[in-house]
């Protein structure tokens, strides 16, 4: 069985958040189905959270686009989404159903800056550790339902393919981390033809604008069973023991710092 993952970051000036997405082909294959039927009724090529609520490029007034149609879009998206997620265990069915799993892993800068005070060993970039971060997530769901391989797929254009090329680049870290062997395919994509990437932007938008959840379609979102981790400076300055160390050894590239 193969896990596919799909990546979107979203950026505020003061945090950095990193949706991850996972399921399997079938999975996958029936939610393209649904979400290409929500685009063909909304007569939209795609969805990008951002432009769609600021009304603009595809989504502008000159298009068409409003508000009120921009919020029936969106809605109808999340209706798919609730259609395809996997949910958590209830009294009346023991066990998780089957679906995709969405995570979202939210760092902010001045905790980060404040942990790498006291542990200069802490990657530069925090994009770096949000990776190594979501790539636990995958692996995590990969073993719970019994993947053998692992296919990632990332937004283009953002800093965290790049982190994970310098793994899979590194013979030291896939010594020390095997499953980074199991990745079979990793690649950029266009997420305007990638309806996971679309998804996992609505996601990450969404935790980054949250102390602003007044849409209907956000709240609504919110309420799915999905996971938001929220990495604090306490938990930063904890890692497990020796883990700085051994990335260290590695001898990543340095990469682009943090967003200012």
Known sequence: MVLKSYFDGANQPDRIVLATVSGTSNQWKNFDSTWRKILYKHKATHLHTTDAVSLQKEFSVEKGWDKTSVNAFIGDCIMGISKHIAQPPTPHRPHIKPGLRATTLTIYLDDYKEARKSLPKLPVAVTDL?????????????????????????????????????????????????????????SESNMRAVPAIQMADLLAWCISHNENATRMWHRQLNDLPWSSLYLDEKYLSQPTEGRLEQAEQWGMPRRKRNPK
């Open 130 to 186: 949000c990776l190594s971060e979501s790539l636990g997530f995958c692996f995590k769901w990969g073993r719970h339902i019994g993947a053998r391989q692992y296919e990632m797929y990332f937004d283009q254009g953002e800093p965290f393919y790049g982190h994970l090329c310098d793994r899979m680049n590194s013979k030291k870290a896939r010594k020390d981390v095997p499953l980074l062997d199991a990745i079979a395919h990793k």
